[in-house]
Each structure stands twice: as C-alpha cells, then as structure tokens.
C-alpha cells in the first residue's frame, strides 16, 4: 500500500493552460509540501500545509496555489502554465517537520 | 554563502570502498539534519536522520554531525553498485524552513 501517492505520473499540456496534482498520503502525518525539481535537480519546497494551514510559502508565483481538503490531502493548483514550470514536481508527507516521505513525482512538461 | 552546500560530483568510488559525502550550512541555528538517495528517475529516499554532534550508525551507513564546524557528512562503508545514486542533504533550520542542497552524485566502480 503506497504511503505517499500522486497523480498523473506525467502531464503534458500547453502553455496558458491551467491543471492540477493530486497528492494522498496514508502515514498519518500532520504535515505535506509539494516540492519542484527543475532540469539541474535542484530539488526546492514549494508549499508546506500542516494541520490545513498554509505554514510555508517559498514565494512561487501566486499562479501555483496549494488546497488542502483534509490532512491526508494536499493538491497542486496551477494556472497559466508557463515553459519554466516544466519541472518534477514531488509531493511529501512529515510528522512535525522531520524525516519526510516523497511520493513518486509528477514530470510536468508544457509545450 | 549558499545555505546547504555539497560537491556535485561525481565521486567515484571502487566497490567495498568507504564512500564519504559532504555537506555544509550556513545557518548555526540549524537543529535537523537528514541525508536522502535519489536513484534517476525515482523520489528522494530518507536513508538517515542526525540532530545531535557525533556518529549515527545504520548498517553501512553512518552519518557524521558537527555542529560546530557547521558540517553533517555520510559515511557509506563496503560501497555497492547499488549505492550509484545522488545523495542529497537536507537541513531544517532554526525557523523550521527545510533547505537541500544541489546534491552529490556518486558512481561504485564494479
């Protein structure tokens, strides 16, 4: 049973579009961020919500919004697509901001 | 200075060799330290955890911390082809952001 799950696994889509990721984790934790991974692998937090509160926002444009309808949820929200977000998004799950667990990803490419 | 810190790579190291990887942060306050493995393609995986100056042992992982010098290190003894990954350091620091670094990549020699 997956602890940290996402879908799609890939999403291909055209610039201006707006699409979502969905996230689900089953650990019980009190915490989910969503991560961006660019083409250098540079792995950087996007959002943090815990206990459905917005803890942690790492000035991303306010094009990408994260909604969480309950703690085992945390989906990505992103309008207006742009080339740049062409990225591996990460979903991730902590109990009080400590060892986390990633889902498998979600390779975004906007043509 | 760069908040977390580490040699790209690649390390190359022969197999049952000790493969040590490398990290610094800028922030003193820093309380949590972690190492992950990224296998191309796949998620970061947590492959040990440190929050205190010294040795943290797990099998043939043992990561070093040194609060003091600003430094968490990850020792791998009896190095496998399996162990071919990217290694990458995170740090949580004093106001609770988790920061990671760029990554090492590290190749076993068979």
Known sequence: ?111 | QKEVEQNSGPLSVPEGAIASLNCTYSDRGSQSFFWYRQYSGKSPELIMSIYSNGDKEDGRFTAQLNKASQYVSLLIRDSQPSDSATYLCAVISRRDKIIFGKGTRLHILP
Not at chain 1, 63 to 89: C, Q, T, W
Not at chain 1, 106 to 111: F, G, K, P
């Open chain 1, 1 to 111: 049973d997956t602890a940290v799950s996402q879908t799609p696994k890939y999403l291909v889509t055209q610039m201006g579009n707006d699409k979502s990721i969905k996230c689900e984790q089953n650990l019980g934790h009190d915490t989910m961020y969503w991560y961006k991974q660019d083409s250098k692998k540079f792995l950087k937090i996007m959002f943090s919500y815990n206990n459905k509160e917005l803890i942690i926002n790492e000035t991303v444009p306010n094009r990408f919004s994260p909604k969480s309808p309950d703690k085992a949820h945390l989906n990505l929200h992103i309008n207006s697509l742009e080339l740049g977000d062409s990225a591996v998004y990460f979903c991730a799950s902590s109990q009080d901001f400590v060892e986390q667990y990633f889902g498998p990803g979600t390779r975004l490419t906007v043509t």
